[in-house]
């Protein structure tokens, strides 16, 4: 079954520092794609950042970039220099094969990650 | 600028009563999905549409439906509404093909008493 494991429910981190989150996920294909979301506390989802299972470099966006290792079934999120700002939920996705033939996005049950100042 | 809005942002109804959630979207995409988002649970997929007139049960779709008459709107039907449907619905659509973004709209807070 295709499955998104975040393991960390919080995290906290100090104002410029980086900061790591954490996914793992479980699939079959051989061909799939991980995405990381940003739900901040006025609720809507934000797309930030996409990396394909047949990419050879891992993906970045401005201060995000995306740990991939295919070995571990790790996508992991980087934030440098963390901004009171990200304070928010963040939430890995992986594109799956669902029936027919068709694609869905699964979800992990998210990370909070809260900037201190 | 495109976009993918929903309305109403938040609505309270009663047990029993017939829902409908908008959802339009101006990317022009081909693919639209709708999702539920509870505590423990993350996101999970209710339906999608690939197209015009194509409609696709996701994992959690009983009691609720959706029909595609055009490219921008997927609208959200709870059939009869229950307490187990108080949620946040989100809806999302992408491109035709592999999935490579996927964009949200604001989400609907919805409270059934």
């Known amino acids: 079954a295709q499955k998104i494991t975040q393991t960390q429910p919080g995290m906290f981190v100090q104002e410029k520092e980086a900061v790591t989150l954490d996914c793992t996920y479980d699939t079959s294909d051989p061909s799939y794609g991980l995405f990381w979301y940003k739900q901040p506390s006025s609720g809507e989802m934000i797309f930030l950042i996409y990396q394909g299972s047949y990419d050879q470099q891992n993906a970045t966006e401005g201060r995000y970039s995306l740990n991939f290792q295919k070995a571990r079934k790790s996508a992991n999120l980087v934030i440098s220099a963390s901004q009171l700002g990200d304070s928010a939920m963040y939430f890995c996705a992986m594109r799956a094969l669902w029936k027919g033939g068709s694609e869905k996005l699964v979800f992990g049950k998210g990370t909070k990650l809260t900037v201190n100042p | 600028d495109a976009e993918i809005t929903q309305s109403p942002r938040h609505k309270i109804t009663e047990t029993g009563r017939q829902v409908t959630l908008a959802c339009h979207q101006t990317?022009?995409?081909?693919?639209m999905f709708w999702y539920r988002q509870d505590l423990g649970h993350g996101l999970r997929l209710i339906h999608y549409?690939?197209?015009?007139?194509?409609?696709n049960k996701g994992e959690v779709s009983d009691g609720y439906s959706v029909s595609r008459s055009n490219t921008e709107d997927l609208p959200l039907t709870l059939e009869s509404a229950a307490s187990s449907q108080t949620s946040v619905y989100f809806c999302?659509?992408?491109?035709?093909?592999?999935?490579?973004?996927?964009?949200f709209g604001q989400g609907t807070r919805l409270t059934v008493v």
């Open positions: 549409s690939y197209g015009v007139q194509d409609t």
């Open positions: 999302a659509s992408s491109e035709s093909g592999l999935v490579t973004e996927a964009f």
């Open positions: 990317w022009n995409h081909n693919n």
